[in-house]
Protein backbone atom coordinates (compact mmCIF):
# COMPACT_ATOMS: atom_id res chain seq x y z
CA UNK A 1 0.00 0.00 0.00
CA UNK A 2 1.21 3.46 -0.70
CA UNK A 3 0.17 6.80 1.04
CA UNK A 4 0.08 10.21 -0.27
CA UNK A 5 2.40 13.25 0.99
CA UNK A 6 -0.60 14.45 2.20
CA UNK A 7 -1.61 11.74 4.48
CA UNK A 8 1.97 12.09 6.86
CA UNK A 9 2.56 15.59 6.58
CA UNK A 10 0.21 19.31 6.27
CA UNK A 11 1.50 22.09 4.08
CA UNK A 12 1.56 25.44 5.79
CA UNK A 13 1.41 28.60 4.50
CA UNK A 14 -0.49 31.33 6.58
CA UNK A 15 1.31 34.51 7.33
CA UNK A 16 2.07 34.76 11.08
CA UNK A 17 3.44 37.69 12.99
CA UNK A 18 7.20 36.56 13.79
CA UNK A 19 8.70 38.22 16.51
CA UNK A 20 12.42 38.60 16.81
CA UNK A 21 12.55 38.04 12.30
CA UNK A 22 16.36 38.09 12.55
CA UNK A 23 19.44 36.70 9.73
CA UNK A 24 19.67 33.58 11.39
CA UNK A 25 15.90 33.04 11.45
CA UNK A 26 14.93 34.19 8.17
CA UNK A 27 14.77 31.04 5.23
CA UNK A 28 14.81 31.80 1.55
CA UNK A 29 15.55 29.69 -1.84
CA UNK A 30 18.99 31.00 -1.66
CA UNK A 31 20.34 30.65 2.21
CA UNK A 32 18.19 27.54 3.13
CA UNK A 33 21.21 25.57 3.64
CA UNK A 34 23.83 25.93 6.58
CA UNK A 35 27.09 27.37 4.86
CA UNK A 36 30.49 25.53 5.55
CA UNK A 37 30.33 26.60 9.13
CA UNK A 38 26.94 25.50 9.55
CA UNK A 39 25.73 28.85 9.56
CA UNK A 40 22.58 30.19 7.61
CA UNK A 41 22.19 34.20 7.00
CA UNK A 42 19.85 36.05 5.11
CA UNK A 43 21.27 38.42 2.45
CA UNK A 44 18.00 40.52 3.20
CA UNK A 45 15.16 40.61 5.52
CA UNK A 46 10.84 41.28 4.46
CA UNK A 47 10.33 44.65 5.17
CA UNK A 48 7.44 42.84 7.25
CA UNK A 49 7.37 40.77 10.40
CA UNK A 50 4.21 38.88 8.72
CA UNK A 51 5.50 36.18 6.92
CA UNK A 52 5.28 32.22 6.36
CA UNK A 53 6.52 30.79 9.78
CA UNK A 54 7.73 27.83 10.68
CA UNK A 55 8.20 25.79 13.98
CA UNK A 56 11.32 24.10 15.05
CA UNK A 57 10.70 20.53 13.33
CA UNK A 58 9.34 21.61 10.02
CA UNK A 59 10.84 20.56 7.10
CA UNK A 60 11.40 23.33 4.70
CA UNK A 61 11.72 22.69 0.98
CA UNK A 62 12.39 25.37 -1.95
CA UNK A 63 10.18 25.33 -4.31
CA UNK A 64 11.68 26.79 -7.39
CA UNK A 65 14.01 25.93 -9.68
CA UNK A 66 16.90 25.95 -9.86
CA UNK A 67 16.59 25.62 -5.73
CA UNK A 68 14.91 22.57 -5.89
CA UNK A 69 16.90 20.02 -4.15
CA UNK A 70 17.55 22.21 -1.21
CA UNK A 71 15.87 20.70 2.02
CA UNK A 72 16.45 21.65 5.95
CA UNK A 73 15.09 20.20 8.64
CA UNK A 74 14.28 23.53 11.33
CA UNK A 75 16.24 23.49 14.23
CA UNK A 76 14.85 26.54 15.35
CA UNK A 77 11.21 28.26 14.43
CA UNK A 78 11.10 32.03 12.11
CA UNK A 79 9.51 33.00 8.84
CA UNK A 80 10.75 32.01 4.92
CA UNK A 81 9.88 33.19 1.98
CA UNK A 82 6.71 32.44 -0.42
CA UNK A 83 8.98 29.95 -2.66
CA UNK A 84 9.75 27.97 0.35
CA UNK A 85 7.10 25.04 1.45
CA UNK A 86 6.92 24.47 4.69
CA UNK A 87 5.49 20.59 5.64
CA UNK A 88 4.93 19.66 8.99
CA UNK A 89 4.88 15.86 10.16
CA UNK A 90 0.81 15.30 11.24
CA UNK A 91 0.20 12.69 14.54
CA UNK A 92 1.91 9.47 14.40
CA UNK A 93 4.65 10.60 11.75
CA UNK A 94 8.39 10.73 12.89
CA UNK A 95 9.53 14.78 11.85
CA UNK A 96 12.86 13.33 10.71
CA UNK A 97 11.30 10.50 8.59
CA UNK A 98 9.11 13.39 6.48
CA UNK A 99 12.83 15.18 6.05
CA UNK A 100 14.55 11.88 4.51
CA UNK A 101 10.86 10.58 2.62
CA UNK A 102 11.79 14.57 1.19
CA UNK A 103 15.57 14.25 0.81
CA UNK A 104 14.78 11.48 -1.22
CA UNK A 105 16.34 11.92 -5.13
CA UNK A 106 12.69 10.61 -6.02
CA UNK A 107 10.79 13.32 -4.60
CA UNK A 108 12.99 15.98 -6.34
CA UNK A 109 12.22 13.71 -9.60
CA UNK A 110 8.90 14.33 -9.15
CA UNK A 111 9.25 17.98 -7.69
CA UNK A 112 10.58 18.90 -11.23
CA UNK A 113 8.38 16.28 -13.46
CA UNK A 114 5.08 18.47 -11.81
CA UNK A 115 6.60 22.11 -11.66
CA UNK A 116 4.73 24.64 -13.50
CA UNK A 117 6.22 27.67 -15.74
CA UNK A 118 8.91 28.28 -18.19
CA UNK A 119 11.26 30.91 -16.85
CA UNK A 120 11.35 30.13 -12.92
CA UNK A 121 9.89 26.37 -12.74
CA UNK A 122 7.63 26.11 -9.73
CA UNK A 123 6.87 22.96 -8.31
CA UNK A 124 2.83 23.12 -8.66
CA UNK A 125 1.83 22.33 -4.76
CA UNK A 126 -1.52 20.19 -5.71
CA UNK A 127 0.74 17.76 -7.37
CA UNK A 128 3.35 17.37 -4.75
CA UNK A 129 0.70 16.34 -1.92
CA UNK A 130 0.21 13.86 -4.35
CA UNK A 131 3.48 12.30 -4.61
CA UNK A 132 3.28 8.62 -3.13
CA UNK A 133 5.64 7.21 -0.18
CA UNK A 134 5.51 4.07 1.79
CA UNK A 135 3.53 2.30 3.94
CA UNK A 136 5.70 2.62 7.16
CA UNK A 137 4.44 2.49 10.98
CA UNK A 138 5.92 4.68 12.97
CA UNK A 139 8.28 2.45 14.81
CA UNK A 140 9.56 1.45 11.29
CA UNK A 141 9.83 4.94 10.16
CA UNK A 142 11.96 6.06 13.66
CA UNK A 143 14.35 3.08 12.49
CA UNK A 144 14.92 4.50 9.21
CA UNK A 145 15.42 8.04 10.31
CA UNK A 146 17.82 6.53 13.24
CA UNK A 147 20.07 5.14 10.72
CA UNK A 148 20.02 7.74 8.14
CA UNK A 149 20.45 10.35 11.34
CA UNK A 150 23.49 8.35 13.00
CA UNK A 151 25.33 9.44 10.05
CA UNK A 152 24.02 12.59 9.76
CA UNK A 153 25.52 13.19 12.61
CA UNK A 154 28.45 12.22 12.72
CA UNK A 155 29.04 14.14 9.28
CA UNK A 156 28.34 17.63 11.39
CA UNK A 157 30.46 16.40 14.24
CA UNK A 158 32.87 15.96 11.91
CA UNK A 159 32.30 19.58 10.54
CA UNK A 160 31.99 21.30 14.02
CA UNK A 161 35.67 19.15 15.29
CA UNK A 162 36.81 20.47 11.48
CA UNK A 163 35.79 24.48 12.15
CA UNK A 164 37.47 24.19 15.75
CA UNK A 165 40.45 22.93 14.34
CA UNK A 166 40.78 25.58 11.69
CA UNK A 167 39.85 28.28 14.42
CA UNK A 168 42.89 27.23 16.20
CA UNK A 169 45.53 27.13 13.46
CA UNK A 170 44.40 30.29 12.18
CA UNK A 171 44.57 32.10 15.96
CA UNK A 172 48.06 30.51 16.25
CA UNK A 173 48.75 31.92 12.86
CA UNK A 174 47.29 35.59 13.50
CA UNK A 175 49.86 35.17 17.12
CA UNK A 176 52.82 34.19 15.13
CA UNK A 177 52.51 36.14 12.08
CA UNK A 178 50.24 39.01 12.87
CA UNK A 179 51.00 40.13 16.42
CA UNK A 180 54.46 39.64 16.55
CA UNK A 181 55.55 42.45 14.61
CA UNK A 182 59.35 41.61 13.06
CA UNK A 183 60.45 43.18 10.03
CA UNK A 184 59.81 39.87 7.20
CA UNK A 185 60.61 40.00 3.71
CA UNK A 186 58.31 40.15 1.15
CA UNK A 187 58.22 39.61 -2.87
CA UNK A 188 55.43 39.23 -5.60
CA UNK A 189 53.25 36.01 -5.42
CA UNK A 190 54.57 34.63 -8.53
CA UNK A 191 57.82 35.28 -7.30
CA UNK A 192 57.57 32.45 -4.65
CA UNK A 193 54.55 30.60 -6.55
CA UNK A 194 53.98 28.95 -9.68
CA UNK A 195 50.45 30.58 -10.04
CA UNK A 196 47.89 29.41 -13.32
CA UNK A 197 44.83 29.80 -14.19
CA UNK A 198 41.36 27.71 -15.03
CA UNK A 199 39.98 27.88 -18.49
CA UNK A 200 36.18 27.34 -19.64
CA UNK A 201 35.26 25.60 -22.39
CA UNK A 202 32.62 27.02 -24.76
CA UNK A 203 29.74 26.94 -23.12
CA UNK A 204 27.17 26.31 -26.25
CA UNK A 205 29.49 23.38 -26.89
CA UNK A 206 27.79 21.29 -24.54
CA UNK A 207 30.26 17.87 -25.75
CA UNK A 208 32.85 19.60 -23.31
CA UNK A 209 30.76 19.22 -20.07
CA UNK A 210 30.20 16.03 -17.94
CA UNK A 211 28.82 14.33 -15.05
CA UNK A 212 30.84 11.43 -15.32
CA UNK A 213 32.55 10.50 -12.59
CA UNK A 214 35.19 9.43 -14.80
CA UNK A 215 35.91 12.80 -16.06
CA UNK A 216 37.77 15.98 -14.65
CA UNK A 217 36.51 17.43 -11.59
CA UNK A 218 36.00 21.20 -12.74
CA UNK A 219 35.97 23.49 -10.08
CA UNK A 220 34.02 26.89 -10.04
CA UNK A 221 32.98 29.78 -7.29
CA UNK A 222 30.27 28.02 -6.49
CA UNK A 223 31.71 24.67 -5.71
CA UNK A 224 34.12 26.56 -3.51
CA UNK A 225 31.86 28.25 -1.63
CA UNK A 226 30.09 24.74 -0.44
CA UNK A 227 33.51 23.09 0.33
CA UNK A 228 35.05 22.93 3.53
CA UNK A 229 39.20 23.01 3.65
CA UNK A 230 39.89 20.87 1.05
CA UNK A 231 37.59 20.38 -2.84
CA UNK A 232 36.47 16.87 -3.64
CA UNK A 233 33.30 17.62 -5.14
CA UNK A 234 32.46 19.62 -8.14
CA UNK A 235 28.63 20.25 -9.71
CA UNK A 236 30.34 19.86 -13.34
CA UNK A 237 33.54 18.05 -14.67
CA UNK A 238 35.21 18.49 -18.36
CA UNK A 239 35.84 15.91 -21.12
CA UNK A 240 39.73 14.44 -20.78
CA UNK A 241 39.18 15.63 -24.61
CA UNK A 242 38.39 19.28 -23.57
CA UNK A 243 40.97 19.39 -21.05
CA UNK A 244 43.83 18.52 -24.03
CA UNK A 245 41.26 20.12 -26.80
CA UNK A 246 41.53 23.53 -24.44
CA UNK A 247 45.10 23.24 -23.23
CA UNK A 248 43.55 23.73 -19.65
CA UNK A 249 45.63 23.50 -16.87
CA UNK A 250 45.79 20.79 -14.22
CA UNK A 251 46.21 21.51 -11.24
CA UNK A 252 48.05 18.86 -8.62
CA UNK A 253 46.74 17.26 -5.46
CA UNK A 254 47.35 19.59 -2.20
CA UNK A 255 47.18 22.74 -4.38
CA UNK A 256 45.84 26.24 -2.79
CA UNK A 257 43.28 27.72 -4.88
CA UNK A 258 41.68 31.48 -4.72
CA UNK A 259 38.72 32.99 -6.33
CA UNK A 260 39.45 36.66 -7.68
CA UNK A 261 36.29 37.02 -10.01
CA UNK A 262 33.16 38.71 -8.93
CA UNK A 263 33.29 37.20 -5.31
CA UNK A 264 36.86 37.47 -4.21
CA UNK A 265 38.86 36.10 -1.81
CA UNK A 266 37.05 32.32 -1.54
CA UNK A 267 39.76 29.45 -1.03
CA UNK A 268 40.12 25.88 -1.24
CA UNK A 269 42.82 23.20 -1.49
CA UNK A 270 42.49 20.18 -4.10
CA UNK A 271 42.04 17.04 -2.71
CA UNK A 272 43.29 15.16 -5.89
CA UNK A 273 43.97 16.69 -9.66
CA UNK A 274 41.29 18.72 -10.47
CA UNK A 275 40.70 21.67 -13.09
CA UNK A 276 39.26 25.05 -12.43
CA UNK A 277 37.27 27.97 -14.60
CA UNK A 278 39.22 31.02 -15.42
CA UNK A 279 38.21 32.79 -12.30
CA UNK A 280 39.95 30.85 -10.06
CA UNK A 281 44.31 31.19 -9.27
CA UNK A 282 46.17 28.60 -8.75
CA UNK A 283 49.05 28.38 -6.55
CA UNK A 284 51.39 25.73 -7.10
CA UNK A 285 54.96 25.07 -4.88
CA UNK A 286 56.50 22.24 -4.36
CA UNK A 287 56.83 22.76 -0.94
CA UNK A 288 53.74 21.57 0.25
CA UNK A 289 54.94 22.56 3.77
CA UNK A 290 53.93 26.09 3.20
CA UNK A 291 50.29 25.72 2.25
CA UNK A 292 49.11 25.56 5.81
CA UNK A 293 50.60 29.44 6.32
CA UNK A 294 49.73 30.29 1.98
CA UNK A 295 45.96 29.55 3.01
CA UNK A 296 45.91 31.40 6.51
CA UNK A 297 48.11 34.31 4.89
CA UNK A 298 45.11 34.04 1.97
CA UNK A 299 42.41 34.16 4.20
CA UNK A 300 43.44 37.04 6.60
CA UNK A 301 44.48 39.27 3.10
CA UNK A 302 42.90 42.70 2.25
CA UNK A 303 41.70 42.07 -1.03
CA UNK A 304 40.19 45.37 -1.01
CA UNK A 305 44.19 46.82 -1.41
CA UNK A 306 44.39 45.41 -5.10
CA UNK A 307 42.02 47.71 -6.22
CA UNK A 308 38.93 46.54 -8.42
CA UNK A 309 39.15 46.02 -12.32
CA UNK A 310 35.13 46.55 -12.84
CA UNK A 311 33.03 49.70 -11.69
CA UNK A 312 30.08 47.45 -11.08
CA UNK A 313 31.54 44.24 -8.88
CA UNK A 314 34.53 43.85 -6.94
CA UNK A 315 36.89 42.05 -9.19
CA UNK A 316 40.84 41.51 -10.03
CA UNK A 317 42.42 40.46 -12.88
CA UNK A 318 45.42 37.54 -12.91
CA UNK A 319 48.26 40.14 -13.43
CA UNK A 320 47.19 41.69 -9.85
CA UNK A 321 47.13 38.59 -8.06
CA UNK A 322 50.64 37.22 -9.39
CA UNK A 323 51.56 40.46 -8.75
CA UNK A 324 50.10 40.86 -4.89
CA UNK A 325 52.43 40.89 -2.16
CA UNK A 326 53.47 37.29 -0.22
CA UNK A 327 55.12 37.80 3.14
CA UNK A 328 57.78 35.34 3.49
CA UNK A 329 57.60 33.60 6.80
CA UNK A 330 60.76 33.19 8.64
CA UNK A 331 61.96 29.31 8.82
CA UNK A 332 61.95 29.29 12.79
CA UNK A 333 59.01 30.84 12.68
CA UNK A 334 56.80 28.49 9.67
CA UNK A 335 58.55 25.54 12.01
CA UNK A 336 56.81 26.27 15.11
CA UNK A 337 53.58 27.33 13.11
CA UNK A 338 53.83 23.68 11.21
CA UNK A 339 54.09 21.72 14.57
CA UNK A 340 50.15 22.71 14.59
CA UNK A 341 49.28 23.54 11.66
CA UNK A 342 50.46 20.54 9.63
CA UNK A 343 48.73 17.72 11.33
CA UNK A 344 45.48 20.16 12.02
CA UNK A 345 45.17 20.04 8.41
CA UNK A 346 46.41 16.92 8.25
CA UNK A 347 43.00 16.07 10.44
CA UNK A 348 40.91 17.91 9.21
CA UNK A 349 41.85 16.01 5.79
CA UNK A 350 40.50 13.04 6.87
CA UNK A 351 37.58 13.81 8.72
CA UNK A 352 36.33 15.33 5.27
CA UNK A 353 37.14 12.45 3.73
CA UNK A 354 35.53 9.87 6.04
CA UNK A 355 32.50 12.85 5.85
CA UNK A 356 32.17 11.77 2.06
CA UNK A 357 32.19 8.06 2.56
CA UNK A 358 29.40 8.63 5.12
CA UNK A 359 27.86 10.74 2.99
CA UNK A 360 27.44 8.60 -0.17
CA UNK A 361 26.66 5.35 2.22
CA UNK A 362 23.39 7.49 3.52
CA UNK A 363 22.52 8.29 -0.31
CA UNK A 364 22.71 4.93 -1.26
CA UNK A 365 20.76 3.48 1.95
CA UNK A 366 18.43 6.45 1.52
CA UNK A 367 16.50 5.01 -1.89
CA UNK A 368 16.92 1.40 -0.34
CA UNK A 369 15.28 2.16 3.02
CA UNK A 370 12.35 3.80 0.85
CA UNK A 371 11.81 1.35 -1.39
CA UNK A 372 11.87 -1.40 0.94
CA UNK A 373 14.49 -2.81 -0.47
CA UNK A 374 16.02 -2.74 2.79
CA UNK A 375 13.78 -4.27 5.58
CA UNK A 376 14.39 -2.52 8.68
CA UNK A 377 11.32 -4.41 10.81
CA UNK A 378 14.12 -6.88 12.34
CA UNK A 379 16.74 -4.20 12.86
CA UNK A 380 17.02 -3.03 17.08
CA UNK A 381 17.76 0.26 17.19
Known sequence: MKYKLSDICSYYKKKVDVPGLTEENYISTENMLPDKNGVITATSLP???????????????????????????????????????????????????????????????YSMATSKGTKMPRGDKKALMEYEVPDYGLEDQQKIAGLLSALDEKIQLNTEINKNLFDQVMALYKHTFIENNVERKSCRADEYFDITIGKTPPRKEHEWFSTNQQDERWVSISDMGNCELYISNTSERLTHDAVRRFNIVIVPDNTVLLSFKLTVGRLAITDGEMVTNEAIAHFKTNMKEINPYLYCYLKNFNYQSLGSTSSIATAVNSKIIKGMPFVIPEVTELQHFNEIAIPAFAAIRSNQTESKSLSELRDSLLPKLMSGEIDVSDIDL
Open 47 to 109: KTTQTQGYQERDVLVSNIRPYFKKIWFADRRGGCSNDVLVLRAKEGVDARYLYYVLADDNFFD
